[in-house]
């Protein structure tokens, strides 16, 4: 039945009524198929409207993902990422684990329209419904070994910053794994690894980036976020229309970049433009652990991608691992 509410689906607009008997003509299917199939919509998170004799329409448009737009969007790059799309999964990075055990080739791509059971760091769920999020995740393989892939995700941020200010949005980081705009975030990233610490290994780059937020979903989150849409939104008007076609191709283009140069390279050369867009740059934060938390600033980021802090007492670094960090004082001067 779902799949057959995401075809129906697809065929709706938001501006017009498509009748009942149009879409049971084009599926083969009876009238009151389409009817089921489309009741079920709202647990999508999607709005349909109904009215006798004139059809079903869309409450807000859906930007469906597709596959020749995002290829075009990729350019030269389009060869080197071999792209799924799939309507609904539990889990993109669970999915692409399970295709590199079976030795898919570094590029491998696996898009969801909709994730059921998206996972973020430290073992967060990742809220989404159908057209609001772009969630996706990518292969790639490595030869010097997991021990090499210090500052991995904030290479990765990079890239996704870096796409997203081409197409216009004020993209910055968090450290280690955060995309933000105006301190509130905007999507995150996860990364997984097989293989051996000294030998080839695989990375699994799972990407989530908030694209439209509706009022019930943002109630579900439990933290200061925004979203694609209400970053290109000024004064009530949208500045431009993005789809997540551009962005996923876009993020895609520069992903293959950053992470050939980061093969050969790691993280140092990345090091200055990645502080450049860090929002916590010079900032009072506090930084929040299994036994507590105290009050740092952040004054720099080194080559393996660890983040040096200050309490007072001079630099110290500190990893990703089970820590996070909030903002302690907005108004703090950066350096």
Known sequence: MRRLTFACLRE????????????????????????DALKVADQLGVTVFSLTRRGYRLGTPIDFLDLDPIRTQLRAQSKRINLSIVDSIDSTNSAVMLQAALNAPTGTCLAAEMQTAGRGRRGRS????????????????FDKGAAALGGLSLAVGLAVANALR?????????WPNDILVDDKKLGGILIETQ?????????????????????SL????????????????????????????????????HLVGILDQFAETGFAPMRDPWRALHAFEGR????????????????????????????????????AAELSLRITTKSAVRI
């Open 195 to 215: 293989g051996d610490m000294l030998g080839p290994t695989a990375a699994v780059i799972g990407i989530g980036l908030n694209f439209r937020l509706s009022d």
């Open 166 to 174: 081409e197409l216009g949005v004020p993209a910055e980081l968090k």
């Open 126 to 141: 990742w809220q989404s419904g159908l057209g609001m999020s772009l969630t996706f995740s990518l292969l790639w393989r």
């Open 284 to 319: 009072m934060v506090d930084v929040i652990g299994p036994a507590g938390s105290y009050a740092a600033k952040v004054v720099d980021v080194a080559p393996d991608g660890t983040l040096l802090v200050d309490r007072g007492t001079g630099r110290e670094p500190i990893t």
């Open 12 to 35: 709706l607009s938001a501006n017009h009524f498509t009748s009942g008997a149009d879409l049971a003509k084009k599926f083969a299917i009876s009238r009151s198929a389409v009817s």
């Open 218 to 253: 943002r109630a579900e989150i439990d933290q200061s976020v925004t979203c694609i849409v209400e970053a290109l939104t000024d004064n009530g008007m949208q500045k431009f229309v993005m789809t997540r076609n551009d962005l996923l191709g876009a993020i895609l283009r």
